[in-house]
C-alpha cells in the first residue's frame, strides 16, 4: 500500500483516530529510548572513566596556557615586539616581565614555566628558578639592565622569540617534538641527525609488531587446527597447556625467558654442554630484538590460538571429505576448502596480537635492551619520569592514529565482518 | 538482653572503637628492602609511641612524581608522605607540588643543640626536601674473571678498558652518570666536566667514548637488574647503588667487590605534598620531627648501608642488626671510601637532562 497522504487519499488511523503513521513512529521512539535507558549505565560509565579522560590526555599535546596564564602582562607586552629585528625588547616588556614575576614568584608558578620552556630550550628552567630568587629585590626602574645582570640570557634575543612563540594557548610544538622536528630560530626543520629518534621508533614498533603478529599466526595455527581436531580428552590437555601460561602473570613469564636466553641461561649452557657452541661466544638472544621477538611471541600467542580455535570447530569435518572424495589432494583440500573458511580467525586473532601488541611497554623494557624498545617505552618514559606529559600525548595521538589508520585499511581490504571470534 | 540490642551494641561499640582507631597515614616509599630498613627505623618504634596511628605503606616512589602531579590535578591528595630522590624533590618543588620545609621549626635540632638546618648542612639541595639518606651510584666487579689473569680494577676507567678488563658491563639506560664518567675517562679534569658536557663536542665526545664499548654492554633501568646480571655472570662490572652491592656482597655472599671510585652521591629523602588538610598535615609533621631525629636516620644505617643525612648521626652508626659487622666501612661516606667522589649536579642536570636525554636515547637506538 502507497502512502495516502502524500496524494490527498484517506489518511490510515488507528482505533482512537491518530494516523498509523505517527502511532507507529511513537511506538518506534518509545521502543528506542527504553533500549537507550537500558544501555545508559554503560554509556555513561565508558563516557565518564573511559572516552574522556583519553579525550583530555590526548588534548594536552596541543594545549599550552601556562605561558600566557604565568605571564600575562609580559605576553601583551611582546605582542609588539618586532622578533625579527634582532634586537632585544624594549623596557616595557621587562617591566612587564618584572610584574608578572613577581606574582608568579607568589604563587611558585614560575618554575613550573621554567620546565615547561625547558622542553624546548635548555637552560629555561635554571633561568626562571634564579631569576625568581632575584627578582623582589630589584630596584624600581631599569628592569633591562637589571634582568641582564641576573642571568645575560636575559640579554639574549633567542630567549625572547621562544618566549614570544610559546605564548600562544596553543602550540604545534609537542607534534613537532614527536616527529623529529623541532620549531627553531630559522622555523620549522628536522632535528639535528643525532637527535631524532620518534619516527624511526613509529617505524619500528609497527615493524616488530608485524614480525610478532606473523610468528604468532605461524605458531598459532597448527595448535588451533590440532585442539579442534584431536578427540575431546587429548584436546583438553592441550587446552590446559595453552591457558595456563595465559593465566600466568606477564612479569614471571618474562623473567623466565631472562633464564631461558641470556648468556649464562639455560639454552646456551645445553648448546655449550652438547659442544654445538664454544663457552667464548655463547648466543646472544636477549636485550635485543630477538628477545622482544621471542618473548612477546610467547606472551601474545594465546591471543592467536583461542579465536582460530573457535572458529576452526565450527568447520566441519564434510567439507574437508567431499573435497578428497572429489578429488583432491590433501593439500589442495586444505588450502582451497579449509583454510579459506579460517580467515574470519585469523583475521581476529591477528588483529589482537597487533593491537596489543603496538601498546607493550613492560616486555620490551625488560627483555628488549636497545634495539628491541618500542615507542611506549618512550611514552612511557615522558608520562612518569620527564613530567612532558605534551610530548607523551602527542605521541599517543600519533600512536593512535596509526592503529586507527591500520584498522581502516585492514576493513577496506579483508573487511571487518570477515572477523569472527567464534 | 534480646539479640537485637546485642548487635546494636556491638556495632556501636566496633564503630566506636573503629573512629578512635582509623588513623591512617600513608607513606609512600621503594620498597624491599630499603622500606623495611624504615619499617624497623621509623616505623615500628613511631607507632608503638603512638598507637593510635596506623602507617600504610604504599610502594610507589617509582613513579610518585607523575601519581602527584595526577593526584593535584584530581585535587584528590591520598599520600601524607612521599620518600623520592633529591632530582625527583626539586622537580616536584619545581611544579608546586611539594611542600615548602622550614627547616630549624618543623626538624629536631641535634643532640648537641645544633639547629637542623646546619646539621643537615649542604645537604639540603631544595627548599621542599628533607634529606634521610646519601646513596651512592657505583660499581661493582667480579672477583673470579679468568680472563683478567689475576688484575683487579683500581679506578672508573677499567670501565672503558676492553683490553685489559673484557667481558660485558651494565650501565644505567639514562645519560646521568655515564656521561661524566666518559668524560672523565677520556681525560677531561673533574672540575670541568659539566662545562665540557655543556657543548655539542662536549655531549659527542661522551658518547664516542661510550661508544668504545657500546656493544659490550647491558642497560639497565632497575636497579636490582646489576646485582643479578653480576650472580649469574651475565657482566663482569656493573654500576647500581651502593646498598644493592653490600647485600650481594654481605648477605649472599657472591664473590664480587666494590670499585668505590668515581662514586656519584645522591639523596633520598621525605616530601610533603601540597594541599594536605591540616589535621592530617599536623599528624606528618609529629613524624617527621621523629622519624628525622639524630638517632632515628643512625639507626636505619643498622639495615642498610646508606649514609645518614645528619653530620650528628655519623658517630651513631653501629653494627648491622642481624649480621652483626660493623657499618660504617660500607657506607659510601666512609673516608676510605670516599676518596674521589662526585655529587650528582641537580641545577644542571635540571636544565640539560631533556636535551641530553633525547641524543642518548638517540645514540642507543642507532
Known amino acids: ?422 | 538482653m534480646n539479640l537485637k540490642t546485642l548487635i546494636l551494641a556491638t556495632t556501636a561499640t566496633a564503630m566506636f572503637a573503629g573512629a578512635a582507631v582509623a588513623k591512617d597515614m600513608t607513606i609512600v616509599s621503594w620498597g624491599g628492602a630499603y622500606s623495611a630498613s624504615q619499617n624497623n627505623a621509623y616505623h615500628k618504634p613511631y607507632m608503638e609511641q603512638h598507637p593510635d596511628i596506623n602507617i600504610i605503606n604504599d610502594e610507589s616512589s617509582n613513579e610518585a612524581v607523575a601519581k602527584l602531579r595526577a593526584m593535584n590535578e584530581a585535587g584528590n591528595i591520598t599520600w601524607d608522605l612521599v620518600d623520592v630522590v633529591a632530582s625527583d624533590a626539586i622537580r616536584l618543588c619545581d611544579e608546586g607540588l611539594a611542600m615548602e620545609i622550614n627547616f630549624d621549626e618543623m626538624l629536631a635540632p641535634a643532640p648537641d643543640g645544633t639547629p637542623a638546618s646546619e646539621d643537615f648542612g649542604d645537604l639540603i639541595v631544595s627548599d621542599c626536601f628533607i634529606p634521610q639518606i646519601v646513596y651512592s651510584t657505583t660499581f661493582g666487579y667480579r672477583s673470579d674473571v679468568a680472563e683478567w689473569n689475576g688484575k683487579e680494577p683500581q679506578d672508573i676507567c677499567a670501565v672503558f678498558d676492553l683490553e685489559n678488563f673484557p667481558g660485558k658491563r651494565s650501565l644505567e639506560k639514562r645519560p646521568i652518570n655515564n656521561m661524566e664518567w666518559a668524560l672523565l675517562c677520556d681525560g677531561v679534569a673533574k672540575d670541568e666536566v659539566y662545562d665540557v658536557l655543556e657543548t655539542e663536542e662536549g655531549v659527542n665526545r661522551a658518547l664516542a667514548k661510550l661508544d668504545t664499548i657500546k656493544d659490550q654492554v647491558v642497560w639497565w633501568s632497575a636497579g636490582a637488574e646489576t646485582p643479578q646480571l653480576l650472580a649469574d655472570k651475565e657482566v663482569v662490572i656493573g654500576s647500581t647503588y651502593n646498598g644493592r652491592l653490600f647485600s650481594l656482597i654481605e648477605e649472599q655472599k657472591q664473590p664480587v667487590k666494590m670499585l668505590w671510585d668515581a662514586q656519584v652521591f645522591d639523596l633520598d629523602g621525605w616530601i610533603i605534598p601540597t594541599g594536605l588538610p591540616e589535621d592530617r598535615l599536623q599528624m606528618v609533621k609529629d613524624y617527621l620531627y621523629f622519624a628525622t631525629d639524630t638517632q632515628r636516620l643512625a639507626d636505619q644505617a643498622k639495615y642498610i648501608s646508606y649514609g645518614p643525612a645528619r653530620k650528628s648521626s655519623a658517630p651513631l652508626v653501629g653494627k648491622h642488626a642481624t649480621l652483626g659487622i660493623d657499618m660504617a666501612p660500607h657506607m659510601p661516606t666512609d673516608p676510605a671510601n670516599a676518596t674521589n667522589t662526585f655529587l650528582y649536579n641537580y641545577e644542571w642536570w635540571a636544565d640539560y637532562r631533556d636535551d641530553l636525554d633525547a641524543k642518548f636515547q638517540a645514540w642507543l637506538t642507532q
Not at chain 1, 626562571?128 to 624600581?140: A, I, P, S
Not at chain 1, 618473548?295 to 570447530?313: D, G, K, N
Not at chain 1, 567439507?319 to 589432494?329: F, I, K, N
Request: charged share 15%; glycine share 6%; hydrophobic share 45%.
Open chain 1, 1 to 422: 500500500m502507497t502512502d495516502t497522504t502524500a496524494n490527498g487519499g484517506p489518511v490510515l488511523t488507528t482505533q482512537d483516530g491518530t494516523p498509523l503513521k505517527v502511532s507507529l513512529a511513537r511506538a518506534l521512539r518509545r521502543e528506542k529510548m527504553r533500549s537507550l535507558v537500558l544501555i545508559a549505565p554503560l554509556l555513561i560509565f565508558i563516557l565518564v572513566s573511559f572516552l574522556l579522560p583519553i579525550a583530555d590526555m590526548l588534548f594536552r599535546s596541543v594545549e599550552n596556557r601556562i605561558v600566557a596564564d604565568t605571564l600575562p602582562k609580559t605576553v601583551a607586552a611582546l605582542s609588539a615586539w618586532n622578533a625579527s629585528s634582532g634586537e632585544l625588547p624594549d623596557e616595557n616588556v621587562y617591566a612587564a616581565l618584572h610584574d608578572d614575576l613577581l606574582i608568579a614568584v607568589d604563587e611558585k608558578s614560575h618554575t613550573r614555566l621554567g620546565s615547561r620552556l625547558n622542553y624546548e630550550l635548555s637552560g629555561m628552567s635554571s633561568l626562571f628558578r634564579k631569576t625568581g630568587r632575584r627578582v623582589d629585590r630589584m630596584d624600581e626602574g631599569n628592569y633591562k639592565e637589571q634582568f641582564i645582570k641576573v642571568d645575560k640570557d636575559w640579554g639574549k634575543v633567542e630567549t625572547w622569540l621562544f618566549l614570544k612563540r610559546y605564548s600562544p594557548k596553543y602550540t604545534p610544538g609537542y607534534f613537532l617534538n614527536a616527529v623529529d622536528a623541532e620549531y627553531g630560530i630559522e622555523g620549522i626543520k628536522m632535528k639535528p641527525e643525532d637527535e631524532r629518534i620518534y619516527l624511526y621508533l613509529f617505524w619500528r614498533t609497527m615493524f616488530l609488531s608485524m614480525v610478532i603478529t606473523g610468528s604468532c599466526l605461524l605458531l598459532g595455527y597448527p595448535i588451533a587446527f590440532l585442539l579442534a581436531n584431536l578427540p575431546l580428552r587429548y584436546s583438553n590437555l592441550l587446552m590446559i597447556l595453552v591457558l595456563l601460561p595465559f593465566w600466568t602473570s606477564l612479569l614471571v613469564r618474562t623473567s623466565a625467558w631472562k633464564v631461558l636466553l641470556q648468556q649464562q641461561g639455560v639454552i646456551n649452557d645445553t648448546l655449550v654442554w652438547l659442544g654445538l657452541v664454544s663457552n667464548t661466544d655463547r648466543i646472544v638472544m636477549i636485550n635485543n630484538q630477538t628477545g622482544t621477538i621471542i618473548a612477546m611471541t610467547h606472551i601474545l600467542l594465546p591471543f592467536m590460538i583461542l579465536p582460530l580455535y573457535s572458529v576452526m570447530r565450527t568447520i566441519s569435518p564434510s567439507y574437508m571429505r567431499a573435497a578428497r572424495s572429489l578429488g583432491a589432494t590433501d593439500w589442495t583440500a586444505f588450502w582451497r576448502v579449509y583454510f579459506p573458511q579460517t580467515i574470519p580467525g585469523i583475521g581476529a586473532g591477528a588483529i589482537l596480537v597487533f593491537i596489543l601488541s603496538i601498546g607493550y611497554y613492560i616486555t620490551p623494557e625488560l627483555v628488549g635492551g636497545t634495539d628491541g624498545i618500542f615507542i611506549s617505552n618512550r611514552i612511557a618514559y615522558h608520562i612518569s619520569s620527564s613530567l612532558n606529559w605534551g610530548l607523551a600525548a602527542a605521541l599517543g595521538v600519533i600512536l593512535l592514529s596509526l592503529v586507527l589508520l591500520l584498522f581502516y585499511v585492514y576493513d577496506k581490504i579483508v573487511g571487518i565482518d570477515n572477523v569472527k571470534l567464534g
